[in-house]
């Protein structure tokens, strides 16, 4: 089993702590990218909207979110008892990622057979949009 990202919020508090900290960064981010592209101050205003800085910041949260991979045994061994489980995938394969939030009491999982950095990247964005975007 491996462990990949640094966020494993325990509480809600803790879930939105952790995503107002990475806000700062989402708009050097997106102000630096504009720059990089040229943006004069007047394009820069028109485009980059409310709206943009908030998906950049969902989006480095999600990219931040803890997952795990390991075989199917691996999974269900680090299912915490009583927490519900969403699994996106098939069952016939070798690999699972998986994000435990304890903050929801809920275990969001993907099954994958070899693109593992796939599977975390899109489980990150599942976990972030079934778990934290209500809570943050």
């Known amino acids: 089993m491996e462990t990949h990202g640094i966020f494993a ?3 809600e508090g803790a879930a939105h702590e952790q995503y107002e900290d990475v806000g700062p960064v ?3 981010v997106v102000k630096e990218t504009a720059k990089a592209m040229d943006f004069d101050r007047e394009e820069y205003g028109e485009r980059v ?4 800085i908030a998906t950049a910041r969902d ?3 999600a990219s931040l979110l803890e997952i ?3 075989t199917r045994d691996e999974f269900e061994a680090d299912v915490p008892d009583g ?4 699994v996106e995938g098939s069952e016939n394969v070798d690999n699972v990622a998986w994000h435990v939030a304890p903050s929801a009491e809920a275990v969001v999982a993907a ?3 070899q ?3 796939a599977a975390i990247a899109t489980l990150q964005r599942i976990a972030f949009g079934r778990v934290y975007r209500d809570i943050v």
């Open 26 to 28: 989402a708009q050097t």
């Open 68 to 70: 795990k991979t390991g």
């Open 9 to 11: 919020p325990e509480t």
């Open 111 to 113: 099954t994958y057979q």
């Open 59 to 61: 989006a480095l949260f």
């Open 49 to 52: 909207t409310g709206d943009v």
């Open 115 to 117: 693109k593992e950095d």
């Open 83 to 86: 927490f519900e489980v969403h």
